[in-house]
Antibody, heavy 114, light 116 residues
Framework: QVQLQESGPGLVKPSQTLSLTCTVSGGSISSGGYYWSWIRQHPGKGLEWIGYIYYSGSTYYNPSLKSRVTISVDTSKNQFSLKLSSVTAADTAVYYC??????WGQGTLVTVSS | QPVLTQPPSASASLGASVTLTCTLSSGYSNYKVDWYQQRPGKGPRFVMRVGTGGIVGSKGDGIPDRFSVLGSGLNRYLTIKNIQEEDESDYHCGADHGSGSNFVWVFGGGTKLTVL
């Protein structure tokens, strides 16, 4: 069964870049046919899609975040990553990675604070 | 793009049944919706996809037969029968819209289910 695990700093300073990595096990990102997403959840709120990367490397982002988001993939490590630039306190959230709708990581809390 | 609306809370007694509702905005009555279960402190877990004809595809891994779905008009329903303590969770609905550079994945606000 495919499993996903998010990793990265839990604390980021305002104006800096948030960087997270999702490590996939039990399946290969490069095997094709799936898109790999980042989603976040503000404290006590609903889910917000950030963007996804297709196995071919094509990326698609939420228009509301597009100017600050970069998603990349490293198939040799079976990982994909998220970078969110110029963060503010409004970016404090639990960040999840997912394989389409089927498999989700457990999430990682990122707090933006000086 | 569609907007998904969910009531913020629901409750049901142990062993009873409950139906959760996700309502699509006007004009999106043909859209499929995905249901997710999120237990406290955990990531969302895919339950199943629903369209106007009912379930689309297969249930998520380990989802018991007590869970079922229906779709009618703008509403997509998740019914849980014989509710167990382990069913106490937040339930989210989601839908994808468009393709390529026009793709968006939207979610409702979630319903917190309390088992009494």
């Amino acid at each position: 069964q495919v499993q996903l695990q998010e990793s990265g700093p839990g604390l980021v300073k305002p104006s800096q870049t948030l960087s997270l990595t999702c490590t996939v096990s039990g399946g290969s990102i490069s095997s094709g046919g799936y898109y790999w997403s980042w989603i976040r959840q503000h404290p006590g709120k609903g889910l917000e899609w950030i963007g996804y990367i297709y196995y071919s490397g094509s990326t698609y982002y939420n228009p509301s975040l597009k100017s600050r988001v970069t998603i990349s993939v490293d198939t040799s490590k079976n990982q994909f990553s998220l970078k969110l630039s110029s963060v503010t306190a409004a970016d404090t959230a639990v960040y999840y990675c997912a394989r389409e709708r089927f498999n989700w990581g457990q999430g990682t809390l990122v707090t933006v604070s000086s | 793009q569609p907007v998904l609306t969910q009531p913020p809370s629901a409750s049901a007694s142990l062993g009873a049944s409950v139906t959760l509702t996700c309502t699509l905005s006007s004009g999106y009555s043909n859209y499929k919706v995905d249901w997710y279960q999120q237990r406290p402190g955990k990531g969302p877990r895919f339950v199943m996809r629903v369209g106007t004809g009912g379930i689309v595809g297969s249930k998520g891994d380990g989802i018991p037969d007590r869970f079922s779905v229906l779709g009618s008009g703008l509403n997509r329903y998740l019914t849980i029968k014989n509710i167990q303590e382990e069913d106490e969770s937040d339930y989210h609905c989601g839908a994808d819209h468009g393709s390529g550079s026009n793709f968006v994945w939207v979610f409702g606000g979630g319903t917190k289910l309390t088992v009494l």
